[in-house]
């Protein structure tokens, strides 16, 4: 993290390299300065310093404000000062500058399109912001790694989807977080609001109810219902893992793949991996590995040990890990040790994807492994479903698409894979950046194509923009 430190420096005291010096002992890393007042006593500095801890920052201030004729005027966190007032605004299309305008975009005149949506509802589409307009609803249930936070504080996390929806892909999302965890309330509203989007992203709720929740909607509804943290994290995941497997030499039949977190995010990479062609899969929770014959009261667990683990290996990860190819991880943090790394086969693949602290931290898994991947925006190789999200939706509303299917993901993941070129793939580099502006284009392409295939796309967009 880093913090900006307010100081007035009485002149004659201290110099500002003193200063200086006295946060480099604290081992803090001062990356700019800026001059905010000077008089001919005093001098007023904003110093941005990276910090690895709110500790660490206390500790700098305390230290800072020992030497003599230096005050802390204020010590900020960039990260709070950015979400000051919230990320996003909406902003009007066109200026009212006058009655006629007035009488035009509100009443009366609008009365007559409100009319003609009432005669033929699909006008919706072409008449108000329903093309271009996705929910990211989220119950606060599951948000990142940090569990049942609520809906408030769940807001940060969905106003940074919307973000990014606009920024990479042109799609206005509004967040709408529920202070309601009831399965059918959530279905309710969901339907009951579903009139104003285009699409709706499920995002941050808990297993098993995000999978009753999002196949109802997807029955119920005639607009693409995502589950971001299981099918977008699934996507961006087997697009990393191929291009890793390309890159160590070794065959998606041949290998041995342990994924630890059955819930959102690890079933339905489980359910793409299946359909890439992995055949031994073990499930680890924190019960240990997913075996048949055992009941588990959730049925989703009872599908997913029916369907994986073909060797009926039993035990701890720290067992089942042995002579794995791959780890996936969309569990907790640190539950991965250097230990456990040591015991698999040769030329590991680690997707250590919890988020925000991954199962292991890269500096300790590097030494160990061949490819190493989170879904972190500070370390190469981010796993994360912004690389997806934005791009399948961009395809889905541009031709209509009643819903998303399997072949629109995968179409995805190739889409993904691919945008890292075969001289380029390296154990650095196996997924495109997020920033890559081809990843949108080429992901669109791809879902619009498969979506025609399927026949959900309701409307005859060209593939490439
Ligand atoms: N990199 C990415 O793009 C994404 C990362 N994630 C991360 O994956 C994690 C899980 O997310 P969801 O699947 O949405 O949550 P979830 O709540 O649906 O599932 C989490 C599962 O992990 C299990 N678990 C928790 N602690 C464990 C432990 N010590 N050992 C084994 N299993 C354990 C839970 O029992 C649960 O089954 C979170 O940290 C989240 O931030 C989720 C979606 C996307
Ligand atoms: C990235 C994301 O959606 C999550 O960690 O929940
Ligand atoms: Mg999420």
Known sequence: MSIILRLEIEKGYTTFGEVATAISDKGGDIVAIDVIKESSDKTTRDITVKVSSQEHSEDIAERTEELKGVKVVNVSDRTFLVHLGGKIETKPKMPIKNRDDLSRVYTP?????????????????????????VAVLSDGSAVLGLGNIGAAAAMPVMEGKAMLFKQLAGIDAFPVCLDNQDTEDIIKIAKAIAPTYGGINLEDISSPRCFEIEDRLKEELDIPVFHDDQHGTAVVMLAGLLNALKLVGKKEKDIKAVVVGIGAAGIASTKMLLNAGIQNIIGVDREGALVKGKEYDNPMWNWYAENTNPNEETGELSEVIKDADVFIGVSAPNILSVEDLKKMAEDPIVFAMANPDPEIAPEKAWPHVRVMATGRSDYPNQI??????????????????????????????????????????????????????????HVREAVIKAAKADGVARKDTKERS
């Open 384 to 441: 994360n479903n912004v690389l997806c999200f934005p791009g399948i939706f961009r395809g889905a509303l541009d031709c209509r698409a009643t819903h998303i299917t399997e072949n629109m993901k995968l179409a995805a993941s190739v889409a993904i894979a691919s945008a890292v070129k075969e001289d380029e793939l390296n154990k650095d580099y196996i997924i495109p950046s997020v920033f890559n502006k081809q990843v949108v284009d």
């Open 109 to 133: 005149e609008v009365a007559r399109v409100c009319k003609a949506i009432e005669k033929d509802p699909s006008r919706a589409h072409s008449l108000t912001i329903k093309r271009n307009t």
